[in-house]
């Protein structure tokens, strides 16, 4: 059953996901894994079709062939997987037969869409502000947290800028923003932000995986430094949402802000903003519509102008919330990874990780990446012996259709459930050989 009559996705079946054991056999040889590396297979995942050759997933079959090319980019911009697509196809002609929208789909829509991200975050659906991405959550929190002159903003260099500037904006209010360096390290981790905290440090706001990198911070150490000093711990979730692991509600954070349009497998366009219920009366409604007021569901009697804001985090809500052509794939996609379950994307995106740092040796590659199992996130970043090698075997991989991003002077790598091993393989030759025709077997992603 489809999200139009109350059901949890589309009809399309998704197979592997019970009980049983991993059904991959012939594991690659001997070679001892570096510290942090996984074994191969992921032994976490719940059940592998035996059917498929290798350790091709079966999701695979959910997705595009990608036009020929091995696509290495979630971290960019997810694909659909099919049934969302449907979805979207199906929402399109809904808008071209208006006729035929039902009154009640404005608030039925967003309900449907705060239950499919509480499903897959564990938490509960009135935590959750719809979003069109995580710039809107995290100008939610620069904008609604009660802040005022003298107060500081801890922030870690290098984060991505819309982690930033929604601070900046906050100086004509007299409020202050520091940049954080690692101490000797490439990653600014937990430990610099803490040893930062200055007596009027107010926000600490931090990528949960930072997006050149891949480092992850350790949620729990920060923020619980955070609230025994009395500080907002603000996350920017846009790269870890749908490819790690976690319970929000198990976490001290105040507000994580997401985009959909990437590891969640959604519409560019559609996101969330988690508010933990303890300092949601704490935050001041700063964009008020008409849909996030008491009484906006009866559109017969709409001349009462009460400013009173619904219950819970849907006060937060973007403008024209209910915007079916989004979230038709929005819930889709939430709906489909639930089923999959995160915890078997972040295993089958480590173990496919773990293949290409094996295969390195035949490169002039290193991972740039911290390994540690904590640290390890959807993300690989790799570096060559300078940053012009580095661009050099960037352009190299491109021109063999292996797409893949340059983020920092790092190419980074950001697999999903619709890569192979095989893939990986093409990709590590493909970083030492000639440029080649995109449309090879292998760059098709066949196994």
């Not at 199906?90 to 967003?110: D, F, N, W």
């Not at 295969?359 to 970043?381: P, Q």
Request: glycine share 10%; net charge negative.
């Amino acid at each position: 059953m489809s999200f139009w009559n109350g059901g949890r996705g589309s009809p399309a079946s998704c197979a592997g996901t019970g009980g049983g054991e991993p059904g991959r056999t012939g594991a690659p040889g001997s070679r001892r894994a570096p510290e942090g590396v996984s074994s191969w297979p992921p032994r976490n995942a719940e059940r592998w079709d035996e059917s498929v050759p290798d350790d091709a997933t079966p999701w695979k079959r959910h997705f595009s062939d990608f036009g020929g090319k091995v696509y290495l980019d979630c971290a960019a911009q997810g694909p659909f997987p099919d049934e969302t697509v449907a979805e979207v196809q199906r929402a399109l002609r809904l808008k071209e037969h208006p006729e035929e929208i039902v009154g009640s789909l404005y608030e039925t829509l967003p309900g449907r869409a705060r239950e499919a991200v509480a499903r897959l975050l564990g938490c509960d659906p009135e935590s959750i502000a719809l979003a069109s991405g995580a710039s809107h959550g995290l100008n939610l929190a620069a904008r609604c947290l009660p802040l005022k002159e003298g107060d500081e903003v801890l922030l870690a260099h290098g984060e991505f800028p819309a982690n930033v500037y929604p601070w900046l904006n906050r100086a004509s209010d007299g409020v202050g923003v520091r940049l954080v360096k690692a101490t000797g390290r490439r990653f600014v981790g937990e430990m610099d932000l803490i040893a930062a905290i200055a007596p009027n440090t107010r926000v600490i706001s931090i990528s949960h995986v930072a997006f050149a990198t891949g480092y992850r911070a350790d949620l729990r150490t920060l923020g619980e430094a955070c609230h025994e000093r009395g500080i907002f711990l603000v996350v920017d979730g846009a790269q870890s949402v749908g490819a790690v692991d976690f319970r929000v509600s198990d976490l001290p954070i105040d507000l994580l802000a997401t985009s959909g349009d990437k590891w969640l497998l959604a519409p560019f366009g559609t996101g969330f903003t988690y508010v933990n219920p303890e300092v949601l009366d704490r935050l001041r409604v700063a964009d008020v519509n008409w849909m996030n007021v008491e009484g906006s569901s009866n559109l017969n009697e709409l001349d009462g102008y009460s400013l009173r804001f619904r219950d819970g985090a849907r006060r937060f809500d973007i403008p024209e919330a209910a915007s079916f052509l989004n979230l038709a794939g929005f819930i889709a996609s939430l709906s489909f990874l639930a089923r999959v379950g995160v915890a078997n994307v972040q295993a089958h995106v480590t173990h496919l990780h773990d293949v290409l740092i094996h295969g390195l040796g035949k490169t002039r590659l290193r991972v740039a990446s911290d390994l540690a199992t904590e640290r390890r996130s959807g993300i690989l970043a790799l570096e060559g012996p300078s940053r012009e090698e580095t661009r050099l075997i960037y352009r190299r991989l491109r021109e063999r259709g292996v797409v893949v991003s340059l983020r920092d002077n790092l190419i980074r790598v950001s697999p999903h459930l619709y890569n192979t091993r095989d893939q990986m393989e093409f990709l590590l030759d493909a970083a030492v050989g000639p440029p080649d025709h995109p449309g090879s077997g292998l760059a098709r992603g066949e196994t």
